[in-house]
């Protein structure tokens, strides 16, 4: 029985395979642009997650974001990262994103701000994303705010986290890690971008053997190469990445105005082989300034059309 409003969960609940994907902000306050992209990927996606000022840059904000979205007809994950807000304001933020009926959050702790445009900004990181996780639970199941007060009408989120499980050369760290979001709260998770898809199903096996496959929805994220640039620049600049170098051999083989084709082409290779992983409950697609391939990835994995509940 689903807790929430929520169209993803709804999905997932009903036994199909979710598919998410995300929009970036500007980085001015033109909406038109996430008219454009939410146009591109609407009819191919469950929801979509707006990003909140991704690698530290200044973007026009996720709150915002979402509610146009919602206003267009499509169901928006707010991503809220803790580095920019305190308790006080990450509070005041989700009672006002439920205030439109947005029901999906992503909770995040956020890119180090000496990462982006704005080094030496003062960060927040009053709460981190497994006690953003907590407080989300009690706004929605106990109907009160940290400092203990008790509102008349309570957020109704599907509560979401992020989890790498290449980030560093212990596995089983990050299923550990992955189990505290999941006693905190956590009900769906998007991973990072796969690319190394056996070190992907030992993580997903210890997930498994800890039972926590029946207590989260794990969603899948994928990104496609544009370029071998593209492929090599995950590979060797982007922390916590793990392209094997069998990638990278098979985009040197094709002729280079002929990669972006083979990156899609690897990507629905890659998500076919992802569906019959135990575990997987769907897709995250992270098309990078590139959400017109989308509709391409989606059919091509054979998840078009998608499921209405």
Request: with cysteine; hydrophobic share 40%.
């Amino acid at each position: 029985m689903s807790k929430t409003p929520s169209k993803l969960e709804k999905i997932i609940e009903a036994g199909h395979l979710a598919v998410t994907s995300e929009v970036g902000p500007p980085r001015s306050c033109d909406g038109h642009e996430i008219d454009h992209k939410a146009a591109l990927i609407k009819d191919y996606v469950d929801a979509v997650n707006v990003t909140d000022n991704q690698t530290s840059v200044v973007r026009l904000c996720s709150l915002a974001a979402c509610i146009k979205l919602k206003l267009l007809g499509l169901e928006p994950v707010l991503q809220m990262t803790t580095r920019d807000r305190n308790r006080i304001a990450m509070q005041s933020d989700i009672l006002g994103a439920a205030s439109f009926g947005i029901n999906n959050m992503l909770c995040l702790t956020g890119d180090h701000q000496s990462f982006g445009d704005h080094p030496n900004a003062a960060n927040v990181f009053d709460l981190d994303s497994t006690q953003l996780i907590q407080t989300i639970k009690m706004m929605r199941d106990e109907g009160k705010l940290l400092g203990g007060y008790e509102m008349a009408k309570r957020p109704e989120m599907f509560i979401g986290a992020a989890e790498n499980p290449f980030a560093g050369p212990n596995v089983a760290l990050r299923a550990a890690r992955l189990a505290k979001k999941v006693a905190a709260g956590a009900e769906f998770i998007q991973t990072q971008c796969i690319y190394n898809i056996p070190k992907f199903k030992e993580w997903m096996q210890m997930i498994v053997d800890r039972g926590l496959d029946s207590k989260v929805s794990i969603l899948a994220g994928v990104t496609p190469f544009k370029s071998l640039g593209m492929a090599r620049y995950m590979k060797n600049k982007v922390p916590g990445m793990d392209v094997p170098d069998s990638q990278i051999d098979r985009l040197k083989g094709v002729p280079k105005e002929k990669q972006a084709e083979e990156g899609i082409k690897m990507c629905i290779e890659m998500m076919q082989e992802l569906k019959e992983v135990k575990g997987v409950k769907g897709f995250h697609i992270m098309a990078i300034e590139w959400e017109e391939k989308v509709s391409e990835l989606v059919k091509g994995a054979g998840l078009y059309p998608r499921p209405q509940v």
